[in-house]
């Protein structure tokens, strides 16, 4: 397994911007595909929307809903992964969590989890 702490989460302002941070140790070169989630209040686990992912050879994908405002990165040296957030909109309030997956598998079925970080935009 792999283990993931988020860090960088708080409360803004409308248009503010926060970048957050997950730092993953273990079997990272298996669990090689990470993410950020995100779950909105009142939502289930299950229903914690995927809105951003890199793969082993860097390729990433961020959600329409979010593309023009948020970016993904890594720095492998450190195994971080970064999710750069600008333009925040009160809709944008959640629970964002890190996850780490085998490539090729459902997210949803098989990644680690860290323990998220809340993100208050008012």
């Known amino acids: 397994h792999v283990q993931l702490v988020e860090s960088g989460g708080g409360s803004v302002q409308a248009g503010g911007s926060l970048r957050l941070s997950c730092a993953a140790s273990?079997?990272?070169?298996?669990?090689?595909?990470m993410g950020w989630f995100r779950q909105a209040p009142g939502k289930q686990r299950e229903q914690r929307e995927l809105?951003?992912?890199?793969?082993?050879?860097?390729?990433?994908w961020v959600a329409d809903s979010v593309k023009d405002r948020f970016t993904i990165s890594q720095d492998n040296a450190k195994n971080t992964l970064y999710l750069q957030m600008n333009g925040l909109e009160p809709e944008d309030t959640a629970m964002y969590y890190c996850?780490?997956?085998?490539?090729?598998?459902?997210?949803?079925?098989?990644?680690?989890w860290g323990q998220g970080t809340q993100v208050t935009v008012s």
């Open positions: 273990g079997y990272t070169y298996i669990r090689a595909c």
């Open positions: 809105i951003a992912d890199v793969h082993s050879e860097g390729a990433t």
């Open positions: 996850g780490s997956w085998r490539c090729g598998m459902n997210p949803y079925s098989d990644a680690d």
